[in-house]
T-cell receptor, first 114, second 115 residues
Framework: AQSVAQPEDQVNVAEGNPLTVKCTYSVSGNPYLFWYVQYPNRGLQFLLKYITGDNLVKGSYGFEAEFNKSQTSFHLKKPSALVSDSALYFCAVREENRDDKIIFGKGTRLHILP | DGGITQSPKYLFRKEGQNVTLSCEQN?????MYWYRQDPGQGLRLIYYSQIVNDFQKGDIAEGYSVSREKKESFPLTVTSAQKNPTAFYLCASSMVRTSGANVLTFGAGSRLTVL
């Protein structure tokens, strides 16, 4: 069965410092991996995805994520955090050739401290 | 502009009442989804539909029902059988491609509170 784990409920980072939000996954076949961001009382917005190819994926707002097959991880990163990056971040996985449900992690709340 | 419209944004219900949440999209997407969001539990899939007149149960379908009579519309009914319906409900849609790498587009959500 597919599953996604986000081990940290909350991450605090000082503005200007690099940030990492962790995600690990489990699927039977090849994974398609996604990061979404949610601002208060809003729907989720797509940040980036990994399908195949280069393990480092670049997305919106300066975010990037690194796919690591051996560690089954897809951590979200940004070199220099902004206060406006404060939000709830979700990792999600879909298994290759399964055109059905996407499984989301429980979310990680990111606080960027001024 | 293309997007997904959910209504109402806020809804209050008395125990024992059924309520229907609306979800409309003009993105020409084939697939539509309903998720429930509770604090600390992330998003859990209620129902999804990949084509008109067909839909499948997700992980927490009990106490909910859906219909997909039109491509653009995927309403969710929260029935009185749902024991703990207070939550934030999110509708999403996507293209259906054989590669499976489909990005979901989300609506702004509907917050249901049972009094």
């Amino acid at each position: 069965a597919q599953s996604v784990a986000q081990p940290e409920d909350q991450v605090n980072v000082a503005e200007g410092n690099p940030l990492t939000v962790k995600c690990t996954y489990s699927v039977s076949g090849n994974p398609y991996l996604f990061w979404y961001v949610q601002y208060p009382n809003r729907g989720l917005q797509f940040l980036l995805k990994y399908i195949t190819g280069d393990n480092l994926v670049k997305g919106s707002y300066g975010f990037e994520a690194e796919f690591n097959k051996s560690q089954t991880s897809f951590h979200l990163k940004k070199p220099s955090a902004l206060v406006s990056d404060s939000a709830l971040y979700f990792c999600a996985v879909r298994e290759e050739n399964r055109d059905d449900k996407i499984i989301f992690g429980k979310g990680t709340r990111l606080h960027i401290l001024p | 502009d293309g997007g997904i419209t959910q209504s109402p944004k806020y809804l209050f219900r008395k125990e024992g009442q059924n309520v229907t949440l609306s979800c409309e999209q003009n993105l020409n997407h084939d697939a539509m989804y309903w998720y429930r969001q509770d604090p600390g539990q992330g998003l859990r899939l209620i129902y999804y539909s990949q084509i008109v007149n067909d839909f499948q149960k997700g992980d927490i379908a009990e106490g909910y029902s859906v219909s997909r009579e039109k491509k653009e519309s995927f309403p969710l009914t929260v029935t009185s059988a749902q024991k703990n319906p207070t939550a934030f409900y999110l509708c999403a849609s996507s293209m259906v491609r054989t590669s499976g790498a489909n990005v979901l587009t989300f609506g702004a959500g509907s917050r249901l509170t049972v009094l």
